[in-house]
């Protein structure tokens, strides 16, 4: 393109300028600016750069007609954009899954009046601190919006409401269903005895071991609320989106039970809750740290 036809074509471009172009560099804009605050500060920030310093280079060897050189690129590009996909499937399945769970679908828990507290919150309260001062191992997993579905075909169907009694029957050593996690949905026990995924975050405290780790497993892979007791040590956690906090007394069991069974309508925008959906892969392997020397009721980040 020559100087005066480079000229010519801004002059059009300026003369007929109209609203809807405005919108539609507004709407460029905002998507460039959050697509930048998505991948900024995540193992995507640099395959970005990489990836502009590309469309340049291919772009300046269009203008300066190396035709190999472009021909490569764009070959390299063409594959670039399927590896991308295959090397950001986490992040991508994470961004879907957070979409499908979203406020537009509405929470699965009903809201209560202020001051009101569900039921079953006290029953898992209960269950927790009875099992937590015999030092019964536990394992209680509470279904938010991701389904479970195939975990709980790993165990025993129970399909019967949360009760202190049943939860601590069902984790009564040497029984035939004490061993795996109970599943909760709302009100229901679906199913016991079930199998669930173990982290593999080889950093953890080596006091964890499998079932807090599989806690933790089933925590990273889905948006399941997680409470432990610990057979060693009789001590309640609880696990969600992949952190565990340890050593948690009844009080703040109660209160993080009653978040999740009461649910608060969720703060900040929704875009920025879904940059951080797809950031919390990346800051998770970030900010791995181990629990060895932890104080006692200190809540715990394992991760
Ligand atoms: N993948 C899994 N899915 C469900 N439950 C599991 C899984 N792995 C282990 N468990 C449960 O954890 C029990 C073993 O716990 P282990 O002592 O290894 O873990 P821990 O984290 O040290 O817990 P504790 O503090 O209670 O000893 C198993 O008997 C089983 O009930």
Redesign the pocket.
């Known amino acids: 393109m020559d100087g005066a036809r480079f000229l010519s074509s801004i002059k059009d471009t300026v003369l007929n300028f109209k609203f809807n172009n405005v919108i539609d560099i507004l709407i460029i804009a905002v998507i460039i600016y959050n697509t930048y605050k998505l991948v900024k500060q995540t193992r995507a920030e640099q395959l970005a750069k990489g990836l502009v310093v590309l469309l340049i280079v291919t772009k300046l060897s269009g203008w300066f007609k190396l035709y190999t050189l472009r021909w490569l690129l764009d070959w390299v590009l063409g594959a670039g954009l399927i590896a991308l996909v295959v090397i950001f499937q986490p992040e991508i399945r994470r961004a879907f899954e957070f979409i499908g769970r979203s406020q537009f679908i509405g929470s699965r828990f009903r809201t209560l009046e202020d001051g009101q507290v569900n039921p079953v919150v006290e029953e898992i309260v209960q269950a927790c601190a009875s099992l937590s001062r015999q030092k019964i191992?536990?394992?209680i997993v509470i279904q938010r919006k991701t389904g479970l579905g195939e975990v709980i075909e790993?165990g025993t169907e129970i399909e019967g409401y949360v009760s202190m009694g049943l939860l601590i029957n069902i984790f009564i050593p040497n029984t035939p269903l004490?061993?795996?996690?109970v599943i909760i949905d709302k009100e229901i026990i679906k199913a016991a005895?079930?199998?669930?995924?173990?982290t593999d975050n080889n950093r953890l405290s080596k006091?964890?071991?499998?079932?807090?780790?599989?806690?933790l497993?089933?925590s990273e892979k889905s948006d399941a609320f997680v409470v432990?007791?610990?057979?060693?040590?009789g001590?309640i956690s609880t696990c969600e989106s992949g952190e565990i906090s340890r050593y948690l007394d009844e009080d703040t069991l109660r209160k993080k039970l009653t978040d999740i069974y009461n649910p608060k309508p969720e703060e900040g925008g929704i875009l920025n809750k879904f940059i951080n959906e797809f950031k919390s892969e990346d800051s998770k392997e970030k900010n791995v740290t181990t629990e060895e020397g932890d104080d006692k009721d200190e809540e715990v980040k394992s991760k």
């Open positions: 191992g536990a394992l790993t004490h061993d795996g996690a005895a079930c199998f669930l995924p173990i006091d964890l071991g499998t079932r807090h780790r599989a806690a497993g089933i432990v007791v610990s057979e060693e040590t001590g």
